[in-house]
C-alpha cells in the first residue's frame, strides 16, 4: 500500500457496450456498432473529499460509478486504491469493503422480504465484521442509529418505510462494512424536497463523523453543490470541465457547463431568465460528433471545433475544461 | 405581475375528490377552491400525495384510471359547471377548450399513429376540418413547437422522437384547437435541466401567442419561480397558502412555504447544513386532527390540533392557512 497515492485514482476508463444487431443488419452484414458510454474518464478522489459527478441523462455518469465500484468490468483503463489494483487481484468481497455503492431507488436496491436487521446482520456476517449473535446485533443498533433510525425498527420489512427512511436504510447496509468510498448515484433524486434535505444532511454529518469519500452523481446541481468539494460534468461519456465547486459556479469554464448552470430554474420570481436556452438535444451516442462532442449545440462554436477534438487541459490547479474556447463569453 | 382579473376564466370551488381503495378511502382533494384569471399562469405545487395532480386532473375527470370520485364541489369553467356536464359533454370541452398535458408524454400518445394523424383528431373532431387541412395545420403547429423538419416528422411515430421532442408534440397536440386554458401537469419533470429550460420557455411563449391561461402543476419551486404569476402551496390535500409568485417567495405566511424555501438546496453558501422538515407528510386515510401540518410545524401550539385552519387573507391577494400567521417570526 502505498500512502502517497491517492485514495481512488481512475485512468483512462473506458466502457463500451456491444450493441445487438439486428437479424437484418447481420444479414447485411453490418458491423455490431458499439456503445461507448464511457470514453476515456480519468479522475481522483482523496481521503475524506467529496468528488460531485454530474450531468445529463445519458451521459456516462451511472456507468463511470458502476465501473468504480466493479459493478461492471471497463473495456479498458484501470482503477486504483492506495495505488494498488482495486479489481482484479483482490476479490469481490474484499474490494467491496473499500467502495461501496449507493442507488437512486431504495425500493428496488432492498430485499423486501428480509427485515432491516437481517439484511443489516448478513452484511455483518458475511464479511467476518464481528462474532456471535450478541455483537452483530449491537453493530445493527449502532448502524441504525448512525443513519437516524430508531433501532426498535429493525424488525420492520422495508415496506414500512417511507422513502427517506429506506434511503437511510441503504445508507446503513453500504456503511456495515466500513468503507472509506461510497458512490451514490441520484441518491437523492426519488425523494420529495424535504426528505432531500434530510438526507443530504445525513450524507454531510456522516462523512464529518467517519472520514468517508463520496463520488456524488446527480443531476441536480443544486444537490451536488451542495455536498461536493469538486465537481466534474460529463458530456457524451468524457468529461468537459473538473473545477472546485466554488469556482464552477463563479466561473464555468466551459460552455456546456455555463449552459448547465443558466438552465438550473432558480427559485427567485424577481430572477426570471431570460438567456437563451441551450440548443437541440443530446447527440445519439452511437455516433459522437466529430471533432468536439458538444460543437452541435455549442454557443461559442468555430470552425477548429468542428475538426480537431479538444484535450482536457489545465487551466489552473484543480481546474480543468476540454474546450477550444475556454473561458470565453461570446463569440468571437 | 399579471393584475388580480375581474373575471376568472377557471373558478374551483370546495372541490372534494375522494379516492376509494380496498377497504379504505382517502380525501386526496379536500375542500380546494383557487381561480386562474385570464392569460395566468397559475402553479399548484407541493410534494408527493399533496393532491395537486389529483386537483387538476379532476377538471377533466381524466384519472388515467385511478378509483377516484369527486364528491362536491364546483368548478366553473367560462358559466359553466365542468361537474354538472355528462362525459359526452365534456368531451366536446376537452382538447377543445381545455387541453392538457402530462409528465410522461409517451403513455399520452399513441405508440401506433403517426404524430401529424395525431395533431390532426382534435382538429378534425372539433373544428370538422378536412384531412388536407387538419395536416396543414399540423405542420404549423410542430414548426410553431419548435420540433425541426416539421414537414417529414408528421409521418413519424412517437417511438421516434426524444422525450423533450415528445413533449413539443403533446404541446402541439394540446394547443391544436387553440384552448383557453391548458393544464399541465408536471410537464418537465421527466426532462433534463436544458430540455426543460427550453419546453418551459417555449410555454410562456405559446401562452403569450395565443392568450391562454396555464394551470402549471409542479413539485419545483424554481419552476414556479419561474413561470407563474400566482401560486397555491398544497399539503395532505389543501390549500397551505395562496399568493402571487413574489409575495410567496419574498414573505411566505405559511410554516410549510418557509420550511420548503429553507430545505432547498443551492440557495447559499455550500457547506451550509439544509434545514430539512423533520418526519413525513401524512397518510390520508389517517389525518392528524386540526391542521394536517401541525405534528411536523415548529410554530404549533395546542390550538392548532384543534380544528382545520381556513384559508385567513394576510394581504393583497395572500392567503394563508395558518392561524399562528401573525405570531410566525
Redesign the interface.
Known amino acids: 500500500m502505498n500512502s502517497a497515492a491517492p485514495l481512488l485514482q481512475v485512468n483512462s476508463l473506458v466502457k463500451g457496450f456491444p450493441a445487438r444487431r439486428s437479424l437484418a443488419a447481420l444479414m447485411r452484414g453490418e458491423k455490431p456498432r458499439a456503445l461507448q458510454a464511457v470514453r476515456g474518464v480519468s479522475l481522483e478522489l482523496a481521503t475524506g473529499e467529496t468528488l460531485g459527478l454530474v450531468g445529463?441523462?445519458g451521459c456516462g455518469k451511472s456507468t463511470l460509478g458502476r465501473c468504480i465500484a466493479g459493478l461492471y468490468r471497463p473495456t479498458s483503463g484501470s482503477v486504483f486504491y492506495r495505488g494498488e489494483p482495486l479489481h482484479g487481484r483482490e476479490t469481490r468481497r474484499q474490494s467491496s469493503r473499500r467502495v461501496q455503492m449507493i442507488f437512486q431507488d431504495p425500493y428496488a436496491s432492498l430485499n423486501p422480504q428480509l427485515s432491516v436487521e437481517r439484511t443489516l446482520a448478513e452484511v455483518i456476517r458475511v464479511h467476518g465484521l464481528a462474532k456471535g449473535r450478541s455483537a452483530i446485533a449491537d453493530r445493527v443498533d449502532e448502524l441504525l442509529l448512525q443513519v437516524g433510525l430508531s433501532p426498535q425498527a429493525k424488525s420492520q420489512l422495508p415496506h414500512t418505510f417511507?422513502g427517506?427512511q429506506r434511503q437511510r436504510i441503504s445508507i446503513a447496509r453500504a456503511l456495515a462494512v466500513e468503507p472509506e468510498i461510497i458512490i451514490a448515484d441520484e441518491p437523492v433524486s426519488a425523494l420529495?424536497?424535504?426528505?432531500?434535505?434530510?438526507i443530504?444532511?445525513l450524507f454531510?454529518e456522516l462523512r464529518e463523523r467517519l472520514g468517508l469519500a463520496y463520488l456524488f452523481i446527480a443531476?441536480?446541481?443544486?444537490?451536488v453543490?451542495?455536498v461536493?468539494d469538486r465537481i466534474a460534468v460529463m458530456y457524451l461519456g468524457q468529461i468537459v470541465e473538473v473545477a472546485a465547486?466554488?469556482e464552477l459556479f463563479r466561473q464555468p469554464g466551459h460552455p456546456y457547463t455555463r449552459?448547465?448552470l443558466?438552465?438550473?430554474?432558480?427559485?427567485?420570481?424577481?430572477h426570471?431568465?431570460h438567456s437563451v436556452?441551450?440548443e437541440g438535444?443530446?447527440p445519439d451516442p452511437h455516433f459522437p460528433p466529430s471533432g468536439c462532442n458538444f460543437n452541435t449545440r455549442c454557443p461559442l462554436v468555430v470552425e477548429r471545433c468542428r475538426i480537431e477534438s479538444p484535450e482536457l487541459l489545465e487551466h489552473s490547479p484543480a481546474r480543468a475544461v476540454r474546450c477550444h474556447r475556454a473561458f470565453q463569453v461570446e463569440v468571437g | 405581475m399579471a393584475p388580480i382579473h375581474t373575471q376568472p376564466l377557471l373558478s374551483v370551488r370546495d372541490l372534494v375528490t375522494v379516492f376509494e381503495m380496498p377497504g379504505r378511502s382517502a380525501r386526496g382533494v379536500d375542500g380546494v377552491s383557487f381561480e386562474v384569471g385570464q392569460g395566468e399562469v397559475f402553479g399548484l405545487v407541493g410534494?408527493?400525495g399533496c393532491g395537486k395532480t389529483a386537483t387538476c386532473r379532476s377538471i377533466l375527470r381524466l384519472f388515467a384510471g385511478a378509483p377516484a370520485r369527486i364528491e362536491r364541489g364546483e368548478i366553473l369553467f367560462g358559466g359553466l359547471d365542468l361537474l354538472r356536464l355528462d362525459e359526452e359533454r365534456l368531451s366536446d370541452i376537452r382538447g377543445a377548450q381545455v387541453a392538457m398535458i402530462f409528465q410522461d408524454p409517451m403513455t399520452s400518445l399513441n405508440p401506433t399513429m403517426r404524430i401529424g394523424a395525431q395533431i390532426g383528431e382534435g382538429l378534425r373532431r372539433h373544428q370538422k376540418l378536412g384531412r388536407a387541412e387538419a395536416r396543414r395545420r399540423a405542420f404549423e403547429l410542430l414548426a410553431s413547437v419548435g420540433v425541426p423538419n416539421p414537414a417529414s416528422r408528421l409521418d413519424d411515430y412517437p417511438h421516434q422522437f426524444?422525450g423533450?421532442?415528445r413533449q413539443r408534440v403533446m404541446i402541439a397536440i394540446a394547443l391544436a384547437c387553440r384552448p383557453k386554458l391548458l393544464i399541465a401537469d408536471e410537464p418537465t419533470t421527466a426532462l433534463?435541466?436544458?430540455?426543460?429550460?427550453?419546453i418551459?420557455?417555449l410555454l410562456l411563449r405559446l401562452k403569450n401567442e395565443y392568450g391562454m391561461s396555464v394551470l402549471i402543476v409542479t413539485?419545483?419551486?424554481?419552476?414556479?419561480?419561474?413561470t407563474?404569476d400566482r401560486v397555491a402551496v398544497m399539503y395532505a390535500g389543501r390549500i397551505a397558502e395562496l399568493a402571487e409568485?413574489?409575495s410567496l417567495?419574498?414573505n411566505p405566511r405559511h410554516p410549510y412555504t418557509r420550511?420548503?424555501?429553507k430545505?432547498?438546496?443551492?440557495?447559499e453558501i455550500?457547506?451550509?447544513?439544509?434545514?430539512?422538515?423533520?418526519g413525513?407528510?401524512p397518510d390520508l386515510a389517517r389525518l392528524p386532527p386540526g391542521c394536517r401540518f401541525h405534528p411536523r410545524c415548529a410554530y404549533a401550539v395546542a390550538e392548532c390540533r384543534a380544528q382545520l385552519p381556513p384559508l385567513i387573507l394576510v394581504g393583497e391577494g395572500h392567503a394563508t392557512a395558518c392561524i399562528r400567521h401573525e405570531s410566525l417570526p
Open positions: 445529463e441523462s417511507s427517506g420529495d424536497v424535504s426528505i432531500q434535505a434530510q443530504v444532511n454531510i443531476h441536480d446541481l443544486n444537490v453543490r451542495h461536493s465547486t466554488r449552459s448547465l443558466s438552465a438550473i430554474p432558480k427559485p427567485d420570481p424577481d426570471r431568465s436556452s441551450l438535444e443530446l | 410534494e408527493s426524444s423533450g421532442m433534463d435541466v436544458t430540455i426543460q429550460d427550453q418551459l420557455k413539485h419545483d419551486l424554481g419552476v414556479v419561480a419561474q407563474c409568485a413574489r417567495f419574498r420550511a420548503l424555501l430545505s432547498l438546496p443551492g440557495l455550500e457547506g451550509r447544513r439544509l434545514a430539512p422538515i423533520g413525513a407528510p
